[in-house]
């Protein structure tokens, strides 16, 4: 179906002009390159193997409606080129590039593995407002954690990988990394049920756990024992007495066992956590300064790439080009 969709796709000839190679792996490669009609500096993935076609057209119409979005990973069009001596027919994707790396690697550059508190609201605060743009095209992304919340040279925090994301509002199957998956949706892997938007408030609060000390909760434990502690046992809490009294309130909120009683992302901009950052712009900055020290954004950039190549096929983004 993709193969007779790419069809109806403009050649690339005079939207992209690639440039040096950063990364191939099975599917093909990923170059830099520069959008005419944009532009500006994109990445663009060059796919030569195409599988799973299903999960493909269902990222695209998913994408068509969320992108555009400041917390939303952007696209800026799909493109086939057409088949050429020694060369099959090939699809194009150009994104957005974020060359400032995960919120994961973030964290794993930083000597103690923990963020600074104001790091950590300033990131939350970013992802509550991409999560509330989903919530309003009734999308659930499944899959909030570190790895999958880019950062922008300017430290701008972007969602990516909607590989597992759900339309509709509500899901009975559950997808993404265990660790950070919400008491609900775990339910849902062996007994019929269902789970909404709560449940990546729930994968935030985790995450945000996983800002502040290195590493996601529980994340030692077999998964069967994991299963039975997010299920079963308390709500995990932040340790130690470091972490303001706000920033607590705000990981219990997020980690209601209840859906029923767990705030929505909108409710959670409301947080003092999130309202009472102090000099935001400043942390911002702050922020970019540590991702420019040492020339370590060249790092995340390979991380971003890095990103694409594993992604296998999923990331196609856009079935019309947008010029």
Request: hydrophobic share 40%.
């Given at each position: 179906?993709?193969?007779?969709?790419?069809?109806f796709?403009?050649?690339?000839?005079?939207?992209?002009?690639?440039?040096e190679?950063?990364?191939?792996?099975n599917f093909g490669?990923?170059h830099?390159?520069?959008?005419?009609i944009?532009?500006?500096?994109?990445?663009?993935?060059?796919i030569?193997?195409i599988?799973?076609?299903?999960?493909?057209?269902?990222?695209l119409?998913?994408?068509?409606k969320v992108?555009?979005?400041?917390?939303?990973i952007?696209?800026?069009?799909?493109?086939?080129?057409?088949?050429?001596?020694?060369?099959?027919?090939?699809?194009?994707?150009?994104?957005?590039?974020?060359?400032g790396?995960?919120?994961?690697?973030?964290i794993?550059?930083?000597?103690?593995?923990?963020?600074?508190?104001?790091?950590?609201?300033y990131?939350?605060?970013?992802?509550?407002?991409?999560?509330?743009?989903?919530?309003?095209q009734r999308?659930?992304?499944?899959?909030?954690?570190?790895?999958?919340l880019?950062?922008?040279?300017?430290?701008?925090?972007k969602?990516?990988?909607?590989?597992?994301?759900?339309?509709?509002?509500?899901?009975?199957?559950?997808?993404?990394?265990?660790a950070?998956?919400?008491?609900?949706?775990i339910?849902?892997?062996?007994?019929?049920?269902?789970?909404d938007?709560k449940?990546?408030?729930?994968?935030?609060g985790?995450?945000?756990?996983?800002m502040?000390?290195g590493?996601?909760p529980?994340?030692?434990?077999p998964?069967?024992?994991?299963?039975?502690?997010?299920?079963?046992?308390?709500?995990?809490?932040?340790?130690?007495n470091k972490?303001?009294?706000?920033?607590h309130?705000?990981?219990?909120?997020?980690?209601?066992?209840?859906?029923?009683?767990?705030?929505?992302?909108?409710?959670?901009?409301?947080?003092?956590?999130?309202?009472?950052?102090?000099n935001?712009?400043?942390?911002?900055?702050?922020?970019?300064?540590?991702l420019?020290?040492?020339?370590?954004?060249?790092?995340?950039?390979?991380?971003?790439?890095?990103?694409?190549?594993?992604?296998?096929?999923?990331?196609?983004?856009?079935?019309?080009?947008?010029?």
């Amino acid at each position: 179906m993709l193969l007779n969709t790419m069809l109806f796709f403009q050649e690339p000839r005079g939207y992209l002009k690639l440039g040096e190679a950063i990364g191939e792996g099975n599917f093909g490669v990923v170059h830099m390159g520069w959008h005419q009609i944009k532009r500006k500096e994109v990445a663009v993935k060059i796919i030569r193997k195409i599988e799973d076609q299903d999960t493909i057209l269902n990222e695209l119409e998913i994408l068509e409606k969320v992108s555009g979005h400041e917390n939303i990973i952007s696209f800026y069009g799909a493109f086939h080129q057409k088949p050429a001596r020694r060369i099959n027919q090939e699809l194009w994707i150009a994104t957005e590039l974020c060359d400032g790396g995960s919120v994961l690697d973030l964290i794993k550059s930083k000597r103690n593995r923990s963020l600074d508190e104001s790091w950590i609201a300033y990131i939350c605060k970013q992802v509550l407002q991409g999560l509330y743009h989903l919530r309003k095209q009734r999308i659930l992304h499944c899959d909030v954690k570190p790895d999958n919340l880019m950062l922008t040279e300017d430290a701008v925090v972007k969602i990516i990988d909607f590989g597992g994301a759900v339309t509709g509002g509500k899901s009975d199957s559950p997808a993404g990394d265990m660790a950070y998956l919400s008491p609900e949706a775990i339910v849902c892997m062996s007994k019929r049920g269902e789970f909404d938007h709560k449940a990546d408030v729930w994968s935030l609060g985790m995450s945000a756990i996983h800002m502040a000390e290195g590493c996601v909760p529980y994340n030692k434990l077999p998964d069967k024992a994991l299963i039975q502690q997010i299920t079963r046992g308390p709500a995990p809490t932040l340790k130690g007495n470091k972490w303001s009294e706000k920033f607590h309130y705000f990981i219990e909120e997020c980690l209601q066992k209840n859906p029923v009683e767990r705030p929505s992302a909108r409710q959670l901009l409301s947080h003092p956590f999130i309202t009472e950052i102090s000099n935001e712009r400043v942390v911002q900055k702050n922020i970019m300064k540590h991702l420019q020290r040492g020339k370590k954004n060249s790092l995340f950039l390979l991380s971003f790439c890095n990103y694409l190549l594993s992604y296998t096929n999923n990331i196609l983004w856009l079935h019309i080009t947008k010029a």
